[in-house]
């Protein structure tokens, strides 16, 4: 079944809202009760909890009839999905006190979720939307790493035991979030050189 069509169908559309609602809701849930995100600024916690916020947002993308009129939040959601998911994956790869199945599933289908978005970003074009886009990325990890630092204790930089990994971390979040930009921004034209010639 071509993933369009799938999508249009009501049943496999509600299975997706309603897993990815609980999905957000156990996510937000932990980072109210473990990460404390009731510490920090109001309005700093849209930034904070990057996973269950882009689950979250994976919702919308489901509800939209016309999945090209919102291109530029479809380009975001994709972003942040695969973003989420592979940075998940080098804390359980480095910290095995995570519950590694469950943490690893989730994780893996928020990664494949985020996966099926690219088919739909086919008439993503640079705009003013694109552009606030990529900022809010960039923005998102110089909070993540940086930003949060004055708010409260202790820090993803000042625990002892990421100390050591943070470099790494920031590089690789950096780096990751570029490649998933222009992979988005090169999906155009890589439909455009490789769609079927229609014949006259």
């Known amino acids: 079944m071509h993933i369009s069509n799938a999508l249009r169908n009501k049943k496999i559309l509600f299975v997706l809202i309603l897993g990815n609602l609980l999905g957000a809701i ?28 882009a ?22 959601v994709f972003i942040q999905g695969i973003r989420g998911a592979i940075f998940t994956y080098l804390i359980v790869a480095n910290f095995s006190s995570l519950d590694i199945e469950i943490v690893i599933i989730g994780h893996t289908i928020l990664l494949l979720q985020a996966i099926l978005i690219l088919p739909f970003l086919k008439d993503l074009r640079i705009n003013k939307g694109t552009i606030f886009v990529i900022f809010l990325t960039l923005f998102n990890d110089f909070m993540d790493f940086f930003g949060f630092f004055s708010f409260t204790t202790p820090t993803l930089a000042q625990l002892p035991t990421i100390q050591p990994m943070f ?19 090169s999906i155009p034209a890589l439909f455009k050189r490789y769609e079927p010639t229609v014949a006259n």
């Open 26 to 53: 156990i996510g937000f849930q932990y980072y109210i009760e473990i990460i404390r995100i009731t510490d920090f600024p109001l309005y700093l916690w849209i930034l904070i909890p990057d996973c269950p916020m």
């Open 167 to 185: 470099e790494f971390f920031l590089l690789t979040i950096i780096g990751l979030d570029l490649l998933m930009i222009l992979t988005g921004l």
């Open 55 to 76: 689950v979250f947002l994976l919702i919308g993308f489901y509800v939209q009839g016309d999945k090209q009129r919102y291109l530029n939040y479809n380009f975001f």
